[in-house]
């Protein structure tokens, strides 16, 4: 009976591991410019919506972190209600639409897409107007213009940032 389970076990670890391993190669469903395009121009009002928020808000740094539908937002200072019942309706269908949150730091507003261990993507609106940059993320590894004016496709892949800068300092 032992052997059994030990053997049950040992082939529910080795799917677990190959369901890991197919999944890395495609992560979530979101990823790639031209997905992050289609989602943003079938989200566009939601987004524009948030974004407005965002910006007109007397905050200069927002999280608003998965769940979506929450209807708090955490300020440097702690939590905070949102007090706009759109922006909280618009969160909860991003939320459905795969957006795993919205941020703010000065000069960006991100919109993360789905996100697979640490590779974070999605997108991202300059407050600025310029083309963002390392000042808006941590691990930047792509930057891509949307077809729309001042909104951009982004990647921040830690293992690939790591080779990358450790390949730099040893140049």
């Known amino acids: 009976m032992g052997s059994r389970i030990s053997v049950f076990l040992m082939g529910a670890c080795i799917a677990?591991?190959?369901?890991m391993m197919l999944s890395a190669?495609?992560?979530t469903p979101l990823r790639g410019l031209d997905k992050a395009e289609n989602s943003f121009q079938e989200n566009k009002e939601l987004i524009t919506l948030i974004r407005d928020f965002l910006i007109?808000?007397?905050y200069d740094y927002i999280t608003i972190d998965n769940p979506m539908n929450d209807t708090r937002m955490f300020i440097n200072k702690g939590y905070v209600p949102i007090d706009n019942d759109g922006v909280i309706e618009a969160l909860a269908l991003l939320r459905q639409q795969r957006y795993e949150g919205v941020s703010m730091t000065n000069p960006c507003i991100k919109f993360h897409m789905?996100?697979?261990?640490?590779?974070?993507?999605?997108?991202v609106y300059p407050i600025d107007g310029h083309?963002?940059?390392e000042s808006c993320f941590s691990f930047l590894t792509l930057i891509e213009p949307l077809t729309e004016d001042g909104w951009y496709y982004f990647e921040e892949n830690?293992?690939?940032w790591r080779v990358r800068n450790q390949?730099?300092?040893?140049?």
Not at 16 to 19: G, H, Y
């Open 56 to 58: 007109e808000s007397e």
């Open 114 to 123: 789905l996100t697979y261990q640490e590779i974070y993507y999605g997108i």
């Open 158 to 160: 830690y293992p690939e």
């Open 16 to 19: 677990v591991m190959m369901s």
């Open 167 to 171: 390949n730099r300092n040893q140049s």
């Open 131 to 133: 083309t963002p940059d």
């Open 25 to 27: 190669c495609n992560p």
